[in-house]
């Protein structure tokens, strides 16, 4: 659905905008004429990116809750409100947990679950009492055991769970909280992973549909979370991810 009036076109905060899927997300929303606040670490990436959509930025370290509290009060001045927020910020360390360093693990957790706690924050602060759409982004390895994933399988299952509590925290202002947990995905994050020709075999060979997913796929299902009309939709986790986190493999 294109949105007609520019006026009253829905305004969306993208966090991680920069990044594979959080760029995907943001081409998504520009197509349909929505207003953007697109933020992350790198300055000229966002600017190259938002000259590209016509979109407004933000230099933020995501970790820091001042930093994307101030983010969020600025998309509510451009924009009047805030219809809607998507963390697309995380990263990733495959290591099994006698390997991790406490440098790793403080890195991961903060990366990736101290954000998405800065995003809900700053949320409750500044989208009530309109409201709005949070999304944000788990990993099947939040749900199913495998195997070096100890410090982001952690880290995204407290997502989660974090998803859940605020769902309930903050449905009177409502402000809808819902995660995507994507499988292996196509992205420069994993770019490593998968330029070996085995590694990419064995990994696509994980997952039920046999292959490895595309930002594209991922950004879909956050945009339809991040849509108005899906207003009575929160508290969910939407697996995108090849059926490796419910299904069995074939092979």
Same mark, same amino acid.
Request: overall charge neutral.
């Given at each position: 659905m294109?949105?007609?009036d520019?006026?009253m ?8 905008a920069c990044g ?8 998504? =929303?520009?197509? %349909?004429?929505a #207003? @953007? &606040? ?7 990436r966002l !600017? +190259?990116?938002a000259?590209?959509?016509?979109a ?10 001042r ?9 509510a ?5 805030i219809?809607?927020v ?5 990263? =990733?360390?495959? %290591?099994p947990? #006698? @390997? &991790?360093?406490?440098?790793e693990w403080d890195?991961t957790? !903060? +990366? ?13 602060i500044?989208?009530a009492?309109?409201g ?15 195997p ?9 299952a407290?997502i989660e769970? @974090?998803?859940?509590?605020a769902?309930?925290?903050y449905?009177?202002k ?8 994507p499988g292996?995905?196509r992205?420069p ?6 330029q070996?020709?085995?590694m990419?075999?064995?990994s696509?060979g ?5 292959r490895i ?5 991922i ?5 339809? @979370?991040?849509?108005p009309e ?7 986790v939407i697996?995108v991810?090849?059926g ?6 074939r092979?």
């Open positions: 294109l949105f007609g520019a006026a076109s829905p305004s969306y905060v993208i966090l991680g594979g899927i959080g760029s995907a997300v943001s081409r998504r =929303l520009a197509k %349909k004429g #207003h @953007l &606040l697109l933020a992350g670490r790198d300055e000229v !600017a +190259t990116l000259a590209e959509l016509g407004e930025t933000f230099c933020l370290d995501a970790t820091n809750l930093q994307v509290e101030s983010c969020m009060t600025r998309a001045e451009l924009h009047s409100t219809d809607g998507a963390n697309c910020v995380g990263s =990733l360390l495959l %290591k947990a #006698h @390997l &991790l360093s406490e440098e890195s957790v !903060a +990366t990736n679950l101290k954000s998405a706690f800065a995003v809900v924050r700053a949320a409750a500044t989208m009492p309109a709005g759409s949070i999304v944000l982004l788990s990993s099947a390895a939040a749900r199913i055991g495998l070096n994933h100890e410090a982001i399988s952690a880290a995204k407290g769970g @974090l998803m859940l509590a769902s309930a925290s449905a009177a409502k402000i809808r909280f819902n995660c995507v947990a292996m995905t992205t994050l994993t770019a490593k992973l998968l070996s020709e085995m990419a075999k064995a696509a994980m997952h039920a549909l046999g997913g595309e930002p594209n796929e950004a879909s299902a956050i945009e339809w @979370l991040l849509d899906q207003n009575w939709v929160t508290g969910q697996g991810d090849g490796l986190s419910r299904v069995r493999s092979t």
